[in-house]
């Protein structure tokens, strides 16, 4: 599953809402809270990861440091996310988008600090074109993208600079994976109390009358809906710990 973080739970969580991503269990009442915290958490938040150029008056609006290594966040870096966003004007933009993008952009940075310490192979051309085709997918059209991107200085989906940002944004969704994800452990236990506690209620009350699944038919996405909920945990303590660690320091209010 992709993250896009896609992060609004304790304002990281990541708000996608920049909304879209529905997970797959669309009948769990958990999994729209989770869309929320990690599909916009994990889409949104590791698409921007440097500034590019841009054809308007630039200013830098925050810098997150660790101590070794020093992110700008500008205001077209704050542009070019709202752009991202489905729905979500961006001429003019309003305060309450801007700051939502700089706190998604604020912890997006965070795990750019933290993935360079890793050693990776960069990404392939076949990754960097899928990863665009699943962001032009939450648009109503391509074009209607297209005329976003260009709007704050791409000059196209096939903009060098567009693809460079893409690259990097798979290398944080790889660090995610390592990082979190391919350590969670979901045992039977775990799936049993899920669907007995969370799954066969919520579907009782949506489907009145209806034959409940059984637990081994639904197994595979009660397992898959766990260890999302416990990735999204983590992540909201990794970034808790990092900020208290990291120099923030916001130069522009927006």
């Known amino acids: 599953m992709s993250i ?116 990776r192979d960069p990404a392939t051309k076949a990754e960097i074109n899928a990863k665009i085709n699943e962001i032009v997918s939450y648009f109503p059209t391509p074009v209607e993208f297209e005329r976003r991107l260009k709007s704050v200085g791409f000059g196209s989906v096939s903009d060098p600079n567009f693809e460079r940002i893409i690259a990097q944004r798979i290398a944080i969704d790889k660090y995610l994976d390592f990082r979190f994800r391919s350590f969670i452990v979901v045992t039977a236990e775990d799936e049993a109390v899920y669907y007995r506690n969370v799954y066969a209620p919520d579907f009782r009350r949506r489907n009145p009358g209806v034959i409940l699944p059984s637990l081994e038919s639904k197994r595979a996405e009660i397992v898959s809906q766990l260890t999302e909920e416990r990735v999204a945990q983590q992540i909201e303590t990794f970034l808790d710990e990092a900020k208290r660690r990291a120099e923030i320091v916001v130069l522009s209010p927006v």
């Open 4 to 119: 896009s973080l896609a992060l609004e739970q304790n304002e990281l969580t990541v708000s996608v809402n920049h909304a879209r991503i529905e997970l797959s269990m669309s009948n769990f009442h958990i999994k729209r809270r989770l869309q929320g915290l990690l599909a916009i958490a994990f889409f949104l938040l590791g698409l921007t990861i440097f500034s590019f150029p841009q054809q308007m008056v630039d200013k830098t609006v925050a810098t997150v440091s660790d101590g070794g290594r020093t992110e700008l966040i500008t205001y077209s870096d704050l542009k070019w996310q709202l752009a991202l966003q489905p729905k979500v004007s961006i001429d003019p933009p309003s305060s309450e988008d801007l700051n939502r993008a700089l706190r998604l952009l604020i912890d997006q940075r965070l795990f750019a600090l933290e993935a360079e310490r890793l050693p």
